[in-house]
């Protein structure tokens, strides 16, 4: 009679974590409790429990939720070993802050998606921030708003503001300055056309200038210290437009000429106000700060107005 | 009504036609309309005395009267014009266009009949050649030929018109004007524009014809001559405003165009409107179709042009983002029409830029043109587009509305109009913000008016001496005095004060100066709104 040894596998718990290892890495995706226990169906479930749970502690399985149940997945070796003697719920913070990207989470939002209380968040920010593993930057937006980003990633244009702004400043002499650079090159494009006294069809076209020698121009004058794109230098034009200074077309363009942007380029040249200044503004009344309460016979009048009687003299 | 134009009226009124008239006239602008002896009880003034007014008023055009409420059985009501009381803030403006299209003469009859309200075309002749021969040197007399010539070349262009015919001119007597005249005199003035050209042709031929036989009689003579010898009883000429108001708008674009791209240009336009001028209708929005042809045809011979550079003139000032000449079609070398009324809201833009420029800055000026473009922002979108740092951003926009020169409009995500959760965007009006500086301007002139009299009152006892101190040297001059006695009575007013009276006189120019000015900026935003009523 043969004797029918049936050969018990060990249940090593090790064994039974490498297995799980070895599952994860052959489905990257993730793995079902159902693979592991069609996989290892001697084990028992509570075995099988405390293997996962170790492996979860240790921060070596990653504990995901999809829509048939939970999955187990090989989480990455470096992040691992970073987050190495962090607790639970610091790993979790860390996690939604990654999860965040460069846009950076306030801490509001923090503590909406960790459920933990206010208290622990801000040890635990703390915490993760000597380690060097967090950091916070200023919001351009709400200058009382701090965002949280991992260490290494470079916040985002929205947060910072862009090439306008440095340290959280807006930037005004240095727009102003490169408003006043744009206008004269286009102002002087315009005399040159004007004085060319070629026909007048010659002349408007010589006397517009895209958007792209613009931005080189302004590129080789070397007065900013930031890299400007095209975009900023239109977002710079746009506001000689809204000055009244400047006029706008767009054109088609040949895909491919320097400067076009989906087949279109937008020519910018210098124009002249239409009228001068308008009758009223001559006057001291047009400009008065006081101009609804005078009235004859009270306090403040024509007749004993002050700025009138400056102006009357000058 | 609004109440700055009822003041505005007033103080005109009393300072062309003196305190009754402005009486008279305020109380029936604030009431509408009045019966005669309504307007009488009501102002406690005799009724001669408001009889008179109203034959004032009614010369100048200014008060109306038609069938009151009861129908024709019943008493007229009389209702005043406040638009031509506000022309005579541009009666200056009138007469130096006057000058500068037909000379000297076309100033003095233009004067004239703007003094006068109504006139004859014979009286405003023989007026016009006797002030003209006073002003010549000796020997020399003004030929009436002339002066006939100039007066039906202003009606020919429709500077001056024909007054409605009314039975009895000149009587206000209510019983007289009872009768159903008033129905027919409205038919009376739509007929007027034909006979302008009907009429005058013959009356100035009749004139000519007659006065060049007179003329020659008496060539260098100035003697009187009655008014029945003319024949011309009962015709009466008067000012066309609104063909005034039309050469001022021509005069606008013409100079917006030459600013914006060059005096060739301009003068295209101005070619353009010349041609246009009497086949368009007063209101229009476009003037007629023009081809290129006959733009090229009509163009001054100065100007020597070759046909294919105008064609590009043309497509130039087509293809300009401000829109003054549009282009209808393509028959005769391409049709071409200048756009008035987006002309004319481009001006009032303009204008309202510039005001707001001078009056807080130009980056507010940038913000309320980014509005203007844009139509509705956000805060943050404004200041994004503007790139004007936040805090100063929200400072000038809430200046502006303030101002109420810039609006917010509100539109709710949720059903109650939570704050947090409503968008906030502010936005710009054109016309209501033109209406509210048009108000400002009125007020404005109202003070420049009202400072003026100050000042004159003060000074009065000043000014009665100098006048007087005149009066007596001008007697001695007469009499033959020695050149001592002359230093003497000079020497009686003192330096200082004649410091103040030229200082006076300095503050009494500027001040009418600016009244001019700012009737300047009253035009174009009145034009702008009329045109946006039809």
Known sequence: MTEVKVKKESTDPVDIENRIKELCLQFPHGITDQVIQNDMPHVEVQQRAMAINRLLSVGQLDLLKNSNGLLYRLKDAQSASKVKGSDNQEKLVYQIIEDAGNKGIWTRDIRYKSNLPLTEINKILKNLESKKLIKAVKSVAASKKKVYMLYNLQPDRSVTGGAWYSDQDFESEFVEVLNQQCFKFLQSKAEAARDSKQSPMVQRNSSFATSHEVWKYICELGISKVDLSMEDIETILNTLIFDGKVEMTIIAAKEGTVGSVDGQMKLY?????????????????????????????????????????????? | MTAQEVRLCGLLLQEHFGDVVEKVGTHLIRSGVLT???????????????????????????????????????????????????????????????????????????????????????????????????????????????????????????????????????????????????????????????????????????????????????????????????????????????????????????????????????EIVRTMLRMSEVTTPA???????????????????????????????????????????????DSGGGMYVVNLHRALANLARATLESVVQERFGSRSARIFRLLLRKRHLEQKQVEDFAMVPAKEAKDMLYTLLSENLVQLQEIPKTPDYAPSRTFYLYTVNQLP???????????????????????????????????????????LQATGAEAAQLTEVEEMITAPERQQLESLQHHINKLDSSENQVDETIFLLESYINSTQR
């Not at chain 2, 007020?443 to 009665?464: A, D, H, Q």
Request: charged share 20%; proline share 5%; net charge neutral.
């Open chain 1, 269 to 314: 040249r210098g124009v002249n106000p239409i009228i001068q200044p308008t009758g009223l503004v001559k006057i001291p009344c047009g400009l008065c700060p006081v101009f609804d309460d005078c009235h004859e016979g009270g306090e403040i009048s024509p007749s004993n107005c002050v700025y009138m009687a400056e102006w009357l003299d000058f």
């Open chain 2, 36 to 266: 005669l002896r309504a307007l009488a009880h009501e102002t406690k003034l005799p009724l001669d005395l408001v009889k008179k007014s109203l034959c004032v008023l009614m010369q100048h055009g200014m008060c109306a009267f038609g069938a009151g409420r009861r129908g024709p059985a019943g008493p007229v009501e009389y209702h005043i014009i406040c638009e031509h009381i506000l022309h005579m803030l541009r009666y200056p403006r009138y007469i130096y266009t006057a000058k500068s299209l037909y000379g000297d003469t076309g100033e003095l009859i233009v004067e004239e009949i703007l003094q006068r309200g109504q006139m004859t075309m014979s009286s405003t002749v023989k007026t016009v050649a006797d002030r003209l021969t006073h002003n010549m040197p000796e020997g020399q007399s003004m030929d009436y030929s002339e002066v006939v010539s100039a007066f039906s070349r202003l009606v020919e262009t429709h500077f001056l018109q024909r007054c409605p015919p009314m039975a009895s001119a000149g009587s206000s007597s209510s019983e007289a004007v009872n009768t159903p005249l008033p129905v027919w005199s409205t038919r009376m003035v739509y007929i007027v524009p034909v006979k302008i050209e009907l009429m005058h042709k013959c009356q100035g031929k009749r004139r000519r014809s007659s006065e060049d036989g007179e003329a020659e009689q008496r060539a260098a003579k100035k003697t009187k001559t009655d008014n029945s010898e003319r024949g011309d009883e009962g015709i009466y000429w008067q000012v066309n405003f609104q063909r005034f108001h039309l050469h001022f708008r021509d005069q606008a674009i013409i100079s917006a165009v030459s600013c914006k791209l060059d005096q060739t240009s301009s």
């Open chain 2, 283 to 329: 209101h229009a929005a476009f003037t007629q179709a023009l081809s290129a042809n006959e733009i090229f045809r009509a163009l001054p011979f100065s100007y020597n042009i070759a046909r294919p550079i105008l064609d590009q003139y043309l497509t130039l000032l087509v293809n300009d983002p401000m829109e003054f000449v549009g282009r209808t079609g």
């Open chain 2, 433 to 475: 913000t033109a209406r509210l500086l048009l108000q400002h301007c009125y007020k404005t002139v109202g003070n420049l008016i009202e400072r003026r009299l100050y000042e004159t009152k003060e000074n009065k006892r000043l000014l009665e001496k100098s006048q007087q101190i005149e009066a007596i040297l001008a007697s």
